[in-house]
């Protein structure tokens, strides 16, 4: 049989493997390692660009860092400490709790930049109480699964890390990109939730309380401080990516173990309503000691050993399709529609489609070497493209057939899949309205840039302008 026959029949047998039901890194490894001996590369190739990606990329090391940030927040208490502000402000309207998730994920976005772990967390806190309030229980699963979306948006973000390191662009320009286009998804998806729930009568009202919010808000003070921390140092540059992510790992590790023996002495009550509570007491989270530190670090040991083989085996993805002329097929479709926004919406269509079926990560590092430049040839920004194609991406996590945070929700939660796929829909529009908008306002991504219209009017306002 020729070559092409070859690769025919071995991606309609990953494809068939992969609707059985087969993880995603073996499906692409599989699909690798049969086109590597199709196309009679060495297989030692493989594990050169796997050593490759890690050695040449430092920018990479501040994704485990970033994950563990995630856990701990989420150990220490923090994390409820954010859902319990973000109910206080929006408690008091229709749907308050779900709104108060969707807050709730983008402040903890804001810290742990992963997807899954924002749909983890926010899901197994924040569902029971979302039942129990009166709640469809899909509904409540889906709200943490769109809400999840945002934790590739927010900076930090680890998807960012990795498009900034292979398209070779400042991260630190991407993080800041993406925080309105962020911003814009929460309200978006804020405001479904109230639409839902409005129509439905969802939800137990709590009144707006001023002393509730300022007690929530003291409650939540470290959240606070590390979201300022990472944002403060990437943006001003003290820190890079990297660096950010190291400095908020130790700031976590201490305020951990510092709280924990403050918080046993007092006897802190987390089930208390807020107003019984003490002042003092909002002050102190949970934290941890230091014999839970192995086990937090493990568990982000284990999503990072998920995380880590599947960029690498997708950077040797790209490299094979690369050579089956897979790249100049592509280029050459988008060349042929001519024009900004036609291969703008073409590239957006590729991308979204990709996302029905495979993770952010490999989309990422397969798609973006080739629509990148092609994007970038027609006048599309790339700091702009490169918040478009992610919010694309990010989409494809409540996007059927494969929609990852779908099945991370699902599990958390106990709803089955296909149940909560109702509820995500509405979110999954609201989502695209805003992706289109981000897509047709490039000044959305670049407002907080140095060259942007923001930034402009503070530097202006503050004695930046002309010497």
Known sequence: MDVSTLITLISIGVTVLFMLGMPVFLVISYWVLGTSFVLGQRLDNIGTALSDVFTDGFA????????????????????????????????????????AAIGASGLFAAISGSNSATTATIGS??????????????????????????????PPSIIFIVYGFIMNLSINDLFIAGIVPGALMVLAMILTAFIVSTINGWGYLIKLDPKRVLKTALGGWLGFFAIGLVLWGIYTGKFSPTEAAGVTVGFCVIVGFICLPIYRMMHIDEEADI?????????????????????????????????????????VMQQNLSSLGAKELLENFLI????????????????????????????????????????????????????????????????????????????????????LLRYSTMYLFALIIVWFAVALIPELSKTLLPDGFIYESLNGLFGGGDT
Not at 398 to 405: E, S
């Open 60 to 99: 990479l090391l501040a994704m485990p860092l970033f994950i563990l940030t995630g856990d701990l927040i989420n150990r220490a208490g923090i994390a409820r400490r954010l859902s319990d502000f973000a109910y206080a402000c929006l408690g008091w309207l229709r749907g308050g709790l779900a709104m």
């Open 125 to 154: 806190m924040l569902h029971p109480e979302m039942v129990k309030g009166g709640y469809d229980p899909r509904f409540s699963a889906a709200t943490a699964a769109a809400g999840g979306t945002v934790g590739i948006i927010i």
């Open 275 to 315: 107003n019984v509570r003490g002042w003092s007491e909002m002050v102190v989270v949970r934290g941890f000691g230091p014999r839970e530190l192995p086990s937090i670090t493990m568990r982000s040991a284990q999503i990072t050993g998920i995380l880590a083989p599947l960029i690498a085996i997708s950077v």
């Open 336 to 419: 042929s529609m001519g024009g900004y926004y036609p291969v703008l919406f073409t590239a957006m269509g590729i991308v979204f489609v990709a996302g029905m079926v495979l993770e952010s990560l490999p989309v990422t590092i397969i798609l973006a070497p080739i629509l990148a430049p092609i994007a970038a040839g027609v006048g599309v920004d790339p700091i702009q493209f490169a918040v478009v194609f992610l919010v694309g991406a990010s989409i494809g996590f409540i996007t059927p057939p494969y929609g990852l945070n779908l099945y991370v929700a699902s599990g958390v939660t106990g709803v089955p899949y296909f149940r």
